[in-house]
């Protein structure tokens, strides 16, 4: 018997998952569909198998009560702020993937990842092949911790999954008052600079710092290719082409096909620097952590083996060589410094790094996350899947 709505939201608030405010409003749009009202849920949320379950904005894996989800508020991995941030690429469309790699036993959604107190600012943790979202949080968390007593915090993570959208684990430490550096390592998809072929990863590398005003903090969350190749696999879902820079096919020539491109490699923001940059993702949380590395790492469709990726993440206390209160009004000098520059033309705003994703959360909060036609019917599948009412859209 499937519960009754109010009991759903009621669980939902309890562990804090409902933080979008009720009354979505079915909207039609050229493209697909809006979310609206329930979009999933499981019957039996708290016990069986993984399930998705969700809410207006909020679709969740829930884990079951034997094999909770350790470290996070209320078991749940909330998929969805990638989304409200315009993210598309790395948000609930994930899901599916995520799932299928627990069906192939080749993720543990049950691992509790270990952590190790390796000096006093510096610790590790094995995620034993469960979720990368957890072993991340896990990792800021005690970054964090370290940094509030001695200034710094670097935790090192190995044995860990795709975490996706790398900004919330940027906000995770500023939400803290913590700086933070966040750096994973990823599949192979990017070749070295003069290669063809895949031997880095399309490794995003993310740093943030707290703000004088909290609701504009500093977030830098880049791929170092001149797109993430998730970009290319959301234009595969949409039927749509990509500019004809961003990857070469299996042949090591220039495309505009999403399919022929991932069957060859992203290309390198900025030639041998963004290369340069994939290479230094892969020091730092391949080489350094004890994961795999140097084109090892599994890839997200890969359904044949572990990922074993790595993580590094260091967490600082803004107010080691100033106030907090000097610190942060540097910032806000620094932040009207950067968006009141003079615009080149053809430019109509700058933006510091991070605020248009907080316009588009803005906007996406008060009008719905766009979704494709497919998209919903993709993560519909994996509901009827789990036994659970599909999303709806309009
Ligand atoms: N976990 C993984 O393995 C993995 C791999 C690849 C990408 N990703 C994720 O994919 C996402 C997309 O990465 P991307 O490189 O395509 O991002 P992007 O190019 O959209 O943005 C990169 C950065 O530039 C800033 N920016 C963009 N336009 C701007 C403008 N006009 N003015 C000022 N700043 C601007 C953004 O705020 C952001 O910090 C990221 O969240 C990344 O973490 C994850």
């Known amino acids: 018997m499937a519960r009754e709505e109010h009991e759903i939201l009621e669980f939902l608030e309890s562990v804090g998952a409902c933080d979008v405010a009720d009354g979505l409003s079915q909207i039609n749009h050229e493209h697909g ?24 904005f909020t679709v969740k894996f829930v884990s079951s009560r034997e094999t909770e989800l350790p470290k996070l508020p209320g078991n749940y991995i909330d998929m969805v702020p990638p989304d409200l941030r315009g993210v598309d690429t790395h948000g ?25 107190q390796v000096t006093p600012v510096a610790a590790s943790v094995d995620a034993k092949n469960g979720f990368g979202f957890v072993a991340a949080h896990l990792g800021m968390t005690k970054a964090v911790e370290m940094a509030k007593e001695f200034g ?42 003069g290669g063809r072929e895949k031997r880095m990863g399309v490794s995003p590398l993310a740093c943030g710092a707290p703000a004088q005003n909290d609701s504009r903090p500093f977030i830098l969350d880049m791929a170092p290719s001149i797109a993430a190749r998730g970009k290319i696999y959301k234009a595969l879902r949409r039927g749509e082409k990509i ?4 990857a070469l096919d299996g042949e090591g020539k220039p495309t505009t096909d999403p399919s022929s491109a991932l069957e060859g490699v992203m290309l390198p923001m900025g030639g041998p620097k963004g290369s340069a940059l994939s290479i230094m993702m892969d020091v730092f949380s391949g080489v350094f952590s004890g994961s795999a590395f140097a084109g090892h790492v599994g890839g997200p469709y890969d359904f044949t083996k572990p990922a074993d990726v790595g993580h590094f993440f260091v967490a600082i206390k803004p107010d080691l060589f100033m106030t907090l209160s000097d610190f942060k ?5 620094l932040y009207q410094r950067v968006v009141t520059s003079e615009k080149m033309a053809g430019v109509d705003q700058i933006y510091f790094p991070g605020e248009i994703e907080l316009i588009n959360k803005e906007k996406r909060l008060a009008e719905g996350i766009p979704f494709t036609e497919a998209e919903i019917a993709s993560m519909n599948k994996e509901a009827e899947l789990a036994g659970v009412e599909g999303m709806k859209y309009t």
Not at 33 to 56: C, H, N, W
Not at 152 to 164: A, D, E, P, T
């Open 33 to 56: 569909g809006y979310l609206e009202g329930i979009i999933m849920y499981s019957p039996e949320f708290q016990g069986g198998d993984t399930k998705v379950v969700g809410r207006a």
């Open 92 to 116: 609930a469309n994930r899901i599916p993937s995520y799932i299928e790699r627990i069906r192939h036993k080749i993720l543990d959604p049950t691992a509790t990842p270990e952590l190790t």
């Open 152 to 193: 710094i915090g670097l935790v090192s993570v190995k044995h860990s999954n795709h975490y996706g959208m790398a900004a919330w684990i940027v906000q995770q430490a500023i939400d803290s008052g913590m700086m933070a550096l966040v750096f994973t390592n990823s599949s192979a998809a990017q070749p070295v600079w």
């Open 243 to 246: 500019p004809g820079d961003w």
């Open 329 to 333: 009004s540097r910032m806000e000098y």
